[in-house]
């Protein structure tokens, strides 16, 4: 029904348009007494085959959504009711800031993916820390995605990022670096030796003077070369990072069905959804089988549909988000997931 009936309404307006209106909705719904229950029910799958252990953390099921929904810790409930495990607010940057010019965000239907130029627009680590200081329902877990803000010079992001960090280090179970987003102004420089060693170096020690210690994870660019990967492994590795989270949105443009003209009408900005499907796939095989599968994996980037999520899963990744998928597949594309993967490990332990 959401394919044929839903989607074809809501496409009518502008994705960021669609995204507010669903925000907007979705708090007005749950206020109703019995939503969160009854939506939940429809939605998610129980079963104990279903939980992933990942970095000391157990999770429901391998099912996320991905950074970039939830970039103010406003809606993680209400999301985590369609059959989500965990849910990645942000990104998170110290102040709030309004992002890039609008209009900033495009569909390419004809290649069923996105085009996004949003300038990690959130309003800042204070409010995020409030709202994640709420009691959440059980069972979900949640990521922080963390950013700098787009005025903040390079030389100083490690600043920026120390600051979210601190801010939201008690609402959030896990961190995510992201220096690999191609929508803020020279920000995958940061994806350098130098400049990552710093950032990281940074986190890690502020996270030794921690009661509780946290997974940090880094995203990564899927446009890094095999010897980009191979010098993000080596930092991973001697900085004994805990994880990757594979891969962000890309700038390429390669092998659209959709007229060059209107690519070039859209303009700047990175692409997501089924257009990145095999390079997300590859760029995780490659980090499972360079480390001998030892670096867990977290995989995202054009997983549209079930054989997408357990190519993901079968490529190295331990847990998938998802996020252009469910813009296209709508909300049962969790459940659909979750079913085929406890079909999977049903059949594996029988």
Do not use: W
């Not at 360079?290 to 079930?306: C, F, S, Y």
């Not at 490529?315 to 469910?326: D, E």
């Amino acid at each position: 029904m959401y394919r044929f009936l839903i989607r074809p309404i809501l496409f009518l307006l502008s994705p960021e348009s669609i995204h507010h209106l669903l925000i907007t909705v979705l708090r007005a719904l749950f206020i109703i007494p019995g939503v969160f229950s009854l939506v939940k029910r429809c939605y998610h799958v129980r079963n104990k085959a279903l939980e992933t252990d990942f970095l000391g953390l157990t999770f429901s099921n391998p099912v996320g959504l991905a950074a970039g929904f939830d970039k103010n810790a406003e809606i993680y409930r209400e999301f985590h009711a369609f059959g989500f495990s965990f849910i990645e607010v942000g990104t998170v940057t110290p102040l709030g800031q309004p992002g890039n010019d609008r209009p900033r965000s495009f569909r390419i239907k004809k290649d069923r993916g996105l085009i996004n130029r949003m300038g990690f627009n959130n309003h800042g680590a204070e409010a995020a820390a409030v709202r994640l200081g709420r009691k959440r329902p059980s069972g979900l877990i949640l990521g922080g995605n963390l950013g700098k803000n787009t005025l903040t010079p390079n030389e100083r992001a490690v600043d920026d990022y120390e600051a979210v960090f601190n801010a939201i280090y008690d609402g959030v179970d896990y961190f995510v670096v992201n220096v690999s987003c191609p929508n803020i102004t020279d920000l995958r420089k940061l994806q350098d030796q130098d400049s990552l060693e710093k950032i990281l170096g940074r986190l890690i020690e502020l996270r030794s003077g921690k009661e509780t210690r946290k997974p940090l994870l880094l995203k990564i660019s899927p446009d890094l070369n095999k010897e980009q990967l191979d010098e993000t492994l080596e930092i991973v590795s001697n900085m004994k990072l805990d994880g990757i989270v594979a891969t962000n949105t890309t700038i390429r443009r390669e092998g659209l069905r959709t007229p060059a003209h209107e690519i070039e009408a859209i303009g700047k900005g990175g692409m997501s959804g089924a257009p990145i499907t095999a390079r997300s796939l590859e760029v995780v095989r490659y980090i499972h089988e360079k480390t001998r599968g030892k670096l867990p994996i977290i995989a995202v980037g054009g997983i549209m549909n079930v054989k997408d999520a357990l190519n993901m899963l079968d490529a190295g990744a331990t847990l998938i988000q998802i996020y252009t998928g469910f813009i296209y597949e709508g909300p049962a594309l969790a459940r659909r997931i979750n079913r085929a993967v406890l079909k999977r490990r049903l059949q594996e332990n029988s």
